[in-house]
């Protein structure tokens, strides 16, 4: 969040966003619509999930888009791969999102 990668879709203010960041993950159960929108691009998007795959192994794409709107917000699984494919330069920022992990 401090990067501004990542900010809260419907603002709870009983519930820091660290902690609603936390509580989603930690618990492993998917919301009914995303919660958090990240301000990244479809090949910043799968840099990210890569990353964050280490952390949690069975968080599929398809999955990941339940917690996450992107910049492109209609991405899909596909799209995103897709994006990440036919790119040749790799992801912008690609130092500041390895940061976070």
């Known amino acids: ?21 936390i509580k989603t993950l930690s618990e492993g159960i998917l919301p009914n619509e995303p919660i958090f929108k990240l301000n990244m691009d479809n090949i910043q998007t799968k ?5 964050f ?9 398809p999955m990941f888009l339940k917690i996450f709107n992107i910049k492109n917000e209609t991405a899909t699984p596909a799209s995103i791969s897709s994006s990440n494919s036919k790119n040749l ?13």
């Open 47 to 51: 840099e990210f999930h890569k990353l």
């Open 89 to 101: 330069n790799g992801a912008k920022k690609k130092d500041i999102i390895e940061s976070i992990f």
């Open 1 to 21: 969040m401090e990067n501004d990668f990542i900010e809260v879709i419907k603002n709870n203010e009983d519930i820091l966003d660290k902690n609603l960041f």
């Open 53 to 61: 795959k280490r952390k949690c192994k069975r968080l599929s794409i």
